[in-house]
Each structure stands twice: as structure tokens, then as C-alpha cells.
């Protein structure tokens, strides 16, 4: 076989059954808490063997960077699933509110996340232009439907939504953090 055979071959279909059960695996692991959890037990959680789990993700590093792009992936193919829902700011709201519920489920894992996100410079453009793109694609939907002012950018909305993560307090809040979302929202609305 040639090298540039070898480049553009395709993942078996078994490699890429286990590379998606290791990073269900690892988002279960992290997600209950367990950062410094050995990658071998994320290995045995998947039914791979080690060697398995180290061809994907050679570092616990490329693991946590994964699964931070599985979730990103997971918000923005959500943005593009709302745009068929009938009120375009109900659409935005649900989107921001399922933020907010996969912080809550994800709270394990989000420190070592967001220091996944932001020791890669690569991988926080690519996060910021995934998410801010869900956005936008929700966001001006409203606007054009003359539910929701104008003026404000989707860069705009995910600092909001930045901000009332990093705004968590106490084990409870998750119904504040929603809230906050409902006034925002309210806030857009074009009067």
C-alpha cells in the first residue's frame, strides 16, 4: 500500500464503535467526579483493553480534549435540531437552558474541561466557533421572526452563558442558573 493510500483510508467500522464507547465512557466517569480516574478504568467501563483506549487517546489530556469536543458537538447539533421548533425564542431558550442541565450533570468533569479548553488554543477556537455558531443560527432566526432585538451578538450570549457557570454557588444552582436564562432571554425580547 501506498502512504497516501494509508492517509485516506477510512476508521473500520469496530474503531470507530470503540472510540465512541470510550468517550461514553470516559463523559461517565469524569461526569461522576472522577477526573483522576485511571484511564483504565475508562478502558474497562468501554470493554476495550488498554492498548485500545491509548490508540485513540495517547494522553489523559487527548481524552478530556474529546470528550470536550463530543459535548460541544452534542450543544451545536442541538442548535441545528431547535431551528425546526415552531417559536424561534423558545428555541434559543431550550438551547441556553440545555446548557445550563449539561453543566449540572457534568459538574465532575467541568474543571477539568475548562482547563482542557483553555490550554489548547486550537481547541478553545474551535469551541468558540461551534458554540457561538449554534448561537447565531438561533439567534438570528428570532431576529428575522421580529421576536428579538437586534443588537445583540451571539458573542454576546455565550459570555452570558459563561458567565452564570462561573457564577455557581451552591449544590442548588442549577433552578438560579435557569432563572438567570428565563431574565436574559426576557431581556432580548424586541418591545
Same mark, same amino acid.
Given at each position: 500500500m501506498g502512504s497516501q493510500e494509508e492517509k485516506t483510508r477510512r476508521p473500520r467500522a469496530d474503531s470507530i464503535r470503540n472510540r465512541q464507547r470510550l468517550l461514553e465512557a470516559a463523559t461517565e466517569i469524569f461526569s461522576a467526579g472522577a477526573q483522576q480516574a485511571s484511564l483504565e478504568a475508562v478502558a474497562r467501563r468501554a470493554g476495550v483493553g488498554i492498548g485500545t483506549l491509548y490508540r485513540h487517546f495517547p494522553t489523559r489530556d487527548s481524552l478530556f480534549?474529546?470528550?470536550?469536543?463530543h459535548e460541544v458537538d452534542l450543544l451545536a447539533d442541538l442548535?441545528?435540531?431547535?431551528?425546526?421548533? /415552531? /417559536?424561534?425564542v423558545d428555541a434559543l431558550k431550550r438551547w441556553m437552558q440545555a446548557n445550563v442541565r449539561l453543566v449540572a450533570t457534568k459538574k465532575g468533569m467541568i474543571e477539568a474541561l475548562q482547563l482542557a479548553a483553555v490550554s489548547s488554543s486550537e481547541l478553545?477556537?474551535?469551541?468558540?466557533?461551534r458554540l457561538v455558531g449554534a448561537i447565531r443560527l438561533l439567534l438570528e432566526r428570532a431576529v428575522k421572526a421580529g421576536a428579538l432585538r437586534d443588537d445583540v451578538p451571539a458573542e454576546d450570549l455565550l459570555r452570558t452563558m459563561v458567565g452564570i457557570f462561573y457564577a455557581q454557588g451552591p449544590s442548588d444552582w442549577q433552578p438560579t442558573a435557569l432563572r438567570m436564562v428565563d431574565i436574559f432571554i426576557d431581556g432580548l425580547r424586541k418591545r
Amino acid at each position: 500500500m501506498g502512504s497516501q493510500e494509508e492517509k485516506t483510508r477510512r476508521p473500520r467500522a469496530d474503531s470507530i464503535r470503540n472510540r465512541q464507547r470510550l468517550l461514553e465512557a470516559a463523559t461517565e466517569i469524569f461526569s461522576a467526579g472522577a477526573q483522576q480516574a485511571s484511564l483504565e478504568a475508562v478502558a474497562r467501563r468501554a470493554g476495550v483493553g488498554i492498548g485500545t483506549l491509548y490508540r485513540h487517546f495517547p494522553t489523559r489530556d487527548s481524552l478530556f480534549e474529546a470528550v470536550y469536543r463530543h459535548e460541544v458537538d452534542l450543544l451545536a447539533d442541538l442548535a441545528e435540531q431547535l431551528t425546526r421548533e /415552531d /417559536d424561534p425564542v423558545d428555541a434559543l431558550k431550550r438551547w441556553m437552558q440545555a446548557n445550563v442541565r449539561l453543566v449540572a450533570t457534568k459538574k465532575g468533569m467541568i474543571e477539568a474541561l475548562q482547563l482542557a479548553a483553555v490550554s489548547s488554543s486550537e481547541l478553545k477556537a474551535y469551541s468558540s466557533e461551534r458554540l457561538v455558531g449554534a448561537i447565531r443560527l438561533l439567534l438570528e432566526r428570532a431576529v428575522k421572526a421580529g421576536a428579538l432585538r437586534d443588537d445583540v451578538p451571539a458573542e454576546d450570549l455565550l459570555r452570558t452563558m459563561v458567565g452564570i457557570f462561573y457564577a455557581q454557588g451552591p449544590s442548588d444552582w442549577q433552578p438560579t442558573a435557569l432563572r438567570m436564562v428565563d431574565i436574559f432571554i426576557d431581556g432580548l425580547r424586541k418591545r
